[in-house]
């Protein structure tokens, strides 16, 4: 037996989505026919504007370690475009910390905020990673069921059946992955004013949120007063919207005494974010041509969206789905498609993988596995085929009698 890994680590499991897309890529490679709509990744480049930024930036020899909060170009411009998205309002750059990636501005923020015997409200479905941060900061996770009838979100009265005197936050996701749900500008202000009743700290994952199918931007908890805002960290990345998921950047908007620490955390795990992909995303946030290269992204997210909401309807009009706003996911309901025998999210996958070659994930990552999830950041063609493939495998499914499907 080898020695037990410290309590840290004791509820660690690898990224169920990683896990998945890194053994869809291990088939491709063997030579099988893979159609993999399992990671949420763009499918398209990163913007010609912003990789020569950061070839520029290697050139110029902007090569040493970075600033350990970031560089003041980036943050600038972080702050200004979150400032422009939400009318205008005062958006202090100084309170931005840039980390490698969201993800580890969620770590962050999670590590700096929470600890033993605290615990940390999260509405599901959620996203892989967050439970498992909130375990990592030996925190305690409470998933709060979102409602069906409601795009899988949750209200207040959710969050109070959920809430003790030991709930110190609440982590938000909106534009949301995995459902594709947004809070309207009402439903987030009615949880801030329920957060700042308890003194519970809300962190608001915004990374989707120029990905969004509605006029403008997708409300942000930046739309709301100030005095709403004093213990809201507002988690923001380059990921998503600029087609940079490799580059590994991201960022924490948080109060100063809070950004402090987040600064000091990682001035002794990372010092700080790649300096040339600092770069890079500093043109993402600045530079007008790129604007141009994110509608154009976010219109083909949308065709797609609209795509296989219309094949859904056509082909499956018996399978419950949760209609996305944003984000570029589909998650969609299989519990009920074998008559009499509820076929689980993780069966479903494993029998879609290895009958038809399409990797999906099940609903268990996000915490309900009658779900299950389907990235639409993938070329058409992709898709269609995928599309053609699943629904074969459905109409198959809902043929087999219910007890050989349980075996
Ligand atoms: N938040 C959400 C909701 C995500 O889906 C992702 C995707 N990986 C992240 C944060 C982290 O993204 P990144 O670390 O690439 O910025
Ligand atoms: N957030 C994406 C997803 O959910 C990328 C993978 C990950 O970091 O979990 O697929």
């Known amino acids: 037996m080898p020695d037990p890994l410290s309590l840290n680590v ?73 400032s422009m998205l939400s009318g205008g309002r005062p958006v202090n750059a100084d309170n931005i910390v840039i980390s490698s990636g969201s993800k580890q501005s969620l770590f962050n923020t999670c590590f700096a905020l929470f600890g033993p015997h605290d615990r940390v409200l999260i509405p599901a479905p959620a996203w892989v990673s967050y439970p498992q941060i909130v375990h990592l900061c030996r925190a305690e996770p409470v998933l709060v069921p979102g409602d069906i009838e409601w795009g899988l979100k ?24 995995p459902t594709g749900s947004v809070y309207t500008l009402a439903e987030l202000r009615a949880i801030a004013e329920w957060a700042r009743k308890h003194e519970v700290w809300i962190i608001s994952d915004e990374i989707y949120r120029r990905i ?19 213990r809201v960290v507002v988690i923001a990345g380059a990921s998503k919207s600029y087609a940079m998921t490799g580059w590994r950047i991201g960022a924490a908007l948080a109060p100063p ?13 990372t010092t700080g974010a790649n300096q040339p992909a600092q770069w890079a995303a500093a043109a993402a946030y600045t530079d007008e041509r790129v604007e141009a290269d994110l509608e154009r992204m976010v219109a083909a997210f949308r065709r797609r969206r609209d795509y296989i909401v219309g094949r ?4 499956a009009p018996g399978i419950e789905f949760v209609e996305p706003h944003g984000a570029f996911y589909f998650f969609f309901r299989v519990d009920g498609i074998v008559e009499g025998t509820p076929i689980g999210g993780a069966k479903f996958c494993e029998m879609l993988m290895q009958e038809e070659g399409v990797a999906l994930v099940p609903g268990s990552a996000f915490g309900d596995d009658r779900w299950v999830r389907m990235t639409y950041s993938v070329a058409d063609k ?26």
């Open 257 to 269: 005494h809070l950004a402090k620490a987040i600064a000091a955390l990682q001035s002794h795990t």
């Open 382 to 407: 992709v898709l269609e085929t995928a599309l053609d493939r699943l629904f074969r495998f459905i109409d198959r499914l809902a043929a087999v009698p219910a007890a050989e499907a349980r075996s």
């Open 312 to 315: 859904f309807r056509a082909a």
């Open 212 to 230: 969004y199918y509605g006029p403008g931007p997708a409300p942000s908890v930046l739309d709301l007063p100030d005095e709403l805002l004093e």
């Open 10 to 82: 004791q509820h660690l499991k690898a990224s169920e989505t990683i896990t998945i897309s890194n053994e869809a890529k291990r088939r491709k490679a063997a030579g099988e026919d893979v159609y993999d709509l399992s990671v949420g990744e763009p499918d398209f480049d990163t913007p010609a504007a912003v990789s020569q930024a950061g070839i520029q930036a290697i050139q110029k020899g902007l090569t040493r370690y970075p600033p350990n909060i970031g560089i003041a170009e980036l943050r600038t411009g972080i702050a200004r475009q979150l």
């Open 154 to 177: 949750v209200s207040v009265k959710d969050l109070d059946r959920h809430y003790s005197k030991l709930t110190k936050g609440l982590i938000l996701c909106s534009p949301c992955n």
